[in-house]
C-alpha cells in the first residue's frame, strides 16, 4: 500500500518537473497552475520524506529532500517561472538530474512492489 501511494506522488511530481521544464520555452506563463499543484504536492512530500527517513530508505528520503525544495520554490515564488528566473532555477536545482533520479527511485520501488505481490 505505502508502495502504491508513494508511486503516485512520484507520478504526480514527475509530471510538475516536465511542465516546468516546457515552461521554460514560453515568454509569458500563467504560473498559477503549476503553484497550487506543487502547494498539494508538498503537504503530501513532507509526509512521505518523514516517514523514508524512519523506514531507512535513504535513497527516498534524499529524492523526496531535493524535491521538497524545488515544490517550495515552485508554490512560493509562482512568478519565477518564465523567463531567465526559471532557467536560474532549472539550473540551480539541477532538475533535469530530479527528474532522473525520481524516475530510477520510482522504478526501483515499481520492482519491490511487483516483488512483494509474488
Known amino acids: 500500500m505505502v508502495l502504491l501511494v ?12 516536465v511542465e516546468l521544464d516546457h515552461v521554460g520555452h514560453f515568454a509569458r506563463v500563467d504560473g498559477g497552475p503549476l503553484a497550487r499543484e ?49 532557467a536560474r532555477m532549472r539550473e540551480q536545482m539541477n532538475l533535469d538530474g530530479l527528474l532522473f533520479e525520481l524516475r530510477v527511485v520510482r522504478e526501483r520501488h515499481n520492482k519491490k512492489e511487483k516483488e512483494t505481490r509474488l
Do not use: K
Open 6 to 17: 508513494v508511486r503516485d506522488h512520484l507520478d504526480r511530481s514527475e509530471r510538475l518537473l
Open 38 to 86: 506543487a502547494v498539494d504536492l508538498l503537504e503530501d512530500n513532507r509526509l512521505y520524506r518523514q516517514t523514508a527517513a524512519t523506514s531507512r530508505d535513504p535513497a527516498l528520503a534524499q529524492l523526496l529532500d531535493r524535491l521538497e525544495r524545488v515544490l517550495q520554490e515552485v508554490a512560493h515564488e509562482p512568478s519565477s517561472l518564465h523567463g531567465g528566473d526559471l
